[in-house]
């Protein structure tokens, strides 16, 4: 028998909505508080109206740049929604919000279908194992077609879609759908009115019972209970089906799809009714595992055990520091001391808020499924772990992706250089993604992060916020250095005496290319390095990979493997043999034979059919790789493979070759072999 808590953890539904950048996911969000009547009108984001994307810069520019939560209740649950980016740049702020959520609604164009970001966002999903269920969105528009984008999810992202709707109408006469699983239509009148439930139209009927079966047999395929019951009966009652529905859904064996107009107000009731029905509760989610002394720990949600909570966004407002908190376990209330076991102090909860999105509700307290933002830490920071003071625990923290873009940043006014510093460090606080350094040989402050637009809107937020002038360099891309061919045998003696103890390592190694990535292993045989020399080592080679050989960049792509080494009985140390590992590996790779590497990025670029070969000659011009060509509701879309140092610039160039009607999209790839002089950098590394 489940007690109070039990049934109020039931009802919570945690999640966010993903999408390539303009297939409707603020809208999508904008529709959902209308229709559970949290909001009484609905914004537009064309007019800069809507509730998520309340930054200035948002409503500018018409695209969101910040994860913005907000709650709902529906049907007797607690929707707790975070509406996440669909820009390439802003990445980061998808995979932190995907670290704390519990489900996922995957919002697709009907007529572009799955798109670069989409494709991003989709496999930032798998990574954390988050539940999801597809929302196919602007059926209204011309050339939308269900069936061609649910083909394109099946083809791209390779889940089992499990389509429960039938549209009613096409394009501009798409009015409703028929709910296969009630064999029930569902139609909206106007823009704005409840759904109106009522029988399916007779020439769908036989449609819709040749879609229902083709669902049947793929629940029946991959369900065991609904296997036998299709077995025993040749069809799946309406709540088996549902009940198999959930199961694979929260599972990952199969994408529930559904489909309408968010513009319009058209399919967002199913929509919500898919959420509560087949997307997890915390409650369904498995133990949070987190480690405490090495071993390796797990925290159910459940109130009454130990607090636990991962901080995932940090945020400075008007009315103080804002810390985003996904509650684990336990439970705080307002003035309780917690841990910060990441910054190992001691904080205390000021104010505890429920959030809808730049507006606060001020609550007591907080419980184990709750995604909540508190008023009083000082030094969490996005992917702290917080928890109870004497039941310590240290979460995994959501992945930073190394910045690939840096400009130079600095005050006009000397007499502005400290508050420019002081807000470039809140920025990269709030923003792990965004790094600041000093650039040893020029003195310049250096700001890097994930695009052109991602420091375009940090600088931004520096003159609106603070009314700054700052001046801003030419962007560069972040290059890297790799191995092409190694060494073996590399012998490396470390020796220092100046009186006292003195040190003494002596280290061999073999250097090797590897696909990507660093791995140091241990072929030592007869204990002639002790264990935690070969830790030292290893520490120090890790340490020699920051700058490479070629002009000082970070090195990556290859396997070390110390080979055989020798101790001295007075002299050796770990510090020693951690300097033995620096050097040698630094002196390694200067005797291997070096390779530059530069981000690469795949490119999709929109434009008119007639447009194409000059676009093709401007791809070419970049040393641009074409990988793919196809024609889509009366456009081009080429495919691509782009140098980034290549793409500065672009959208100019794009649209004053098509006379405005170009697009393109950009979703970065990793790294590829530079030219000896790399094109596109105001100060080229030192050439190989």
């Not at 953890?9 to 559970?36: M, P, Q």
């Not at 002038?469 to 045998?489: I, K």
């Not at 090797?512 to 660093?518: H, I, M």
Request: a negative charge.
């Amino acid at each position: 028998m489940r007690n109070h808590l039990d049934l109020h953890l039931a009802a919570v539904r945690n999640l966010g909505i993903l999408a390539h950048v303009d297939a409707g996911k603020t809208t999508v969000t904008e529709r959902v508080l209308f229709a559970t009547g949290t909001t009484h009108r609905r914004g537009e984001v064309h007019d800069g109206t809507t509730v998520t994307d309340f930054d200035p810069q948002e409503r500018d520019r018409g695209i969101t740049i910040f994860a913005a939560a907000v709650s709902c209740d529906w049907d007797g649950h607690r929707v707790n929604l975070i509406d996440t980016p669909g820009h390439v740049d802003f990445a980061d702020e998808v995979e932190r919000s995907l670290r704390v959520l519990d489900g996922a609604v995957a919002v697709f164009d009907a007529v572009a279908g799955v798109e670069p970001q989409s494709e991003s966002v989709w496999r930032q999903a798998d990574r954390y194992g988050v539940p999801r269920i597809a929302f196919v969105n602007k059926l209204d528009r011309a050339g939308a077609d269900l069936d061609t984008a649910v083909a394109s999810i099946r083809d791209r992202l390779h889940p089992v879609p499990l389509v429960v709707q039938l549209p009613i109408g096409a394009e501009d006469g798409f009015t409703g759908v028929v709910d296969l699983l009630r064999l029930r239509a569902l139609t909206w009148d106007g823009d704005g009115g409840a759904a109106v439930d009522g029988p399916v139209p007779e020439e769908l009927r036989a449609e819709a019972l040749r879609r229902r079966r083709l669902l049947e047999e793929a629940v029946a395929e991959r369900h065991p209970a609904a296997l036998e019951e299709f077995c025993d009966r040749e069809t799946l009652s309406a709540p088996t089906l549902a009940a198999a529905l959930r199961d694979l859904t929260r599972a990952g064996d199969g994408v529930v799809v559904l489909c309408g107009s968010a513009y319009r107000n058209r399919g967002i009731e199913p929509l919500l009714d898919a959420v509560v029905a087949y997307l997890p509760s915390p409650l369904d989610v498995p133990p949070v595992r987190g480690t405490h002394d090495g071993a390796d720990e797990r925290r159910p949600a459940d109130p009454a055990a130990p607090f636990a909570a991962l901080a995932f966004k940090v945020a400075a407002t008007p009315t103080g520091r804002l810390t985003y908190l996904r509650i684990y376990s336990g439970t705080i209330e307002k003035g309780d001391a917690v841990r910060d076991t990441t910054a190992g102090r001691g904080e205390r909860i000021g104010r505890i808020l429920r959030v809808q999105a730049d507006r606060h509700e001020q609550v007591e307290r907080a419980v184990a499924g709750d995604i909540v933002a508190v008023i009083g830490l000082k030094s969490a920071r996005a992917g702290s772990t917080l928890c109870a003071p004497d039941a310590p625990l240290v979460l995994e923290p959501p992945g930073v992706a190394d910045p690939v873009v840096s400009v130079a940043v600095e005050a006009r006014r000397s007499t502005d250089t400290d508050r420019l510093a002081t807000a470039l460090a809140r920025l990269a606080e709030e923003d792990p993604s965004l790094t600041v350094r000093t650039d040893p040989e020029t003195g310049q402050t250096v700001l890097s992060g994930m695009g052109e637009l991602h420091l375009e809107v940090a600088v931004e937020k520096i003159r609106r916020t603070l009314g700054l002038e700052v001046t801003v360099g030419r962007p560069r891309v972040t290059y890297r250095e790799t191995v092409a061919r190694g060494v073996s045998g590399l012998v490396f003696r470390h020796v220092k005496q100046d009186g006292g103890a003195g040190q003494f390592a002596h280290v061999v190694l073999d250097v090797e290319p590897l696909e990507e990535g660093f791995v140091f292993r241990s072929a030592v045989v007869g204990g002639r390095v002790p264990q935690e020399y070969v830790r030292a080592v290893e520490a120090g080679c890790r340490d020699a990979l920051a700058e490479g050989p070629l002009g000082g960049h970070p090195v990556t792509g290859l396997r070390v493997t110390l080979t055989d080494g020798a101790t001295h009985v007075k002299d050796s140390s770990e510090t020693a043999f951690r300097t033995a590992g620096r050097l040698g590996l630094r002196e390694a790779l200067r005797r291997c034979a070096a390779l530059l590497l530069e981000p690469v990025a795949e490119v999709t670029v929109t434009v008119p059919e007639d447009a194409v070969g000059t676009v093709l000659g401007d791809l070419a011009a970049r040393r641009g790789r074409v990988t793919g060509s196809a024609v889509r509701g009366g456009a081009a879309l080429v495919t691509a493979t782009v140098p980034l140092a290549e793409l500065f610039g672009y959208a100019t160039r794009l649209r004053s070759r098509t006379q405005g009607r170009g697009t393109f999209t950009t979703r970065p790839t990793g790294y590829a072999p530079a030219p000896q002089t790399p094109v596109g950098t105001a100060t080229p590394p030192t050439a190989p």
